[in-house]
């Protein structure tokens, strides 16, 4: 059975452009959630989708969003980039959000 | 709120040593909890769970035990390697869907 998966691994970007990332679930799972992870912060969460809706949502401006699709796949994006946006972002995906999470490998953002 | 706070790291141990990592909570109702950890560069992979009191989780020869009474769930091993060096994250789901909230990590070093 296929992990999750996301892309890009890595990615670069200048400061007040905009990146997606996508994640694409375990099969099965309909509950996908964003993190994001830095040195200082730690692990925070940024928001989860179950069934194309945004369930819960984390602490974060209105620069980050995303969406989920039929199939379950998600996508996030940063609009208008800052220095403190580099981090690793990680997507989890859960059969319901109830049940354990299963991480991907994250995306490393570097903002230049 | 809901916080999680592990013991700080880093954690250096000799090669069979034991481990104890510590973990406390706080929590309104029964949350599950989970132990996760973090090779280098890669994402996070559950270490075990548990979701009831007094449950114990286990794997790979960790174990932990959730106490309700002392908001405890600390990570122990009988014999560690060096292969076990790695960050490890303590982490509670209050029920908010795919929410997860995660303590600072711990990284552990075992030499040989």
């Known amino acids: ?112 | 709120g809901n916080s999680v706070t592990q013991m700080e790291g880093p954690v250096t141990l000799s090669e069979e040593a034991f481990l104890t990592i510590n973990c406390t909570y706080t929590a309104t109702g029964y949350p599950s909890l989970f132990w996760y950890v973090q090779y280098p560069g890669e994402g996070l992979q559950l270490l075990l769970k548990a979701t009831k009191a007094d449950d114990k989780g286990s794997n790979k020869g960790f174990e932990a035990t959730y106490r309700k009474e002392t908001t405890s769930f600390h990570l122990e091993k009988g014999s560690v390697q060096v292969s076990d060096s790695a960050v490890y994250f303590c982490a509670l789901s209050g029920g908010q869907g795919g929410k997860l909230i995660f303590g600072q990590g711990t990284e552990l070093s075992v030499k040989p």
């Open chain 1, 1 to 112: 059975k296929a992990g999750v998966t996301q892309t890009p691994r890595y990615l670069i970007k200048t400061r007040g452009q905009q990146v997606t990332l996508s994640c694409s679930p375990i099969s099965g799972h309909r509950s996908v959630s964003w993190y994001q992870q830095t040195p200082g912060q730690g692990l925070q969460f940024l928001f989860e989708y179950f069934s194309e809706t945004q369930r819960n949502k984390g602490n974060f401006p209105g620069r980050f969003s995303g969406r989920q699709f039929s199939n379950s796949r998600s996508e996030m994006n940063v609009s208008t980039l800052e220095l403190g946006d580099s981090a690793l972002y990680l997507c989890a995906s859960s059969v319901t959000g109830n049940t354990e999470a299963f991480f991907g490998q994250g995306t490393r953002l570097t903002v230049v």
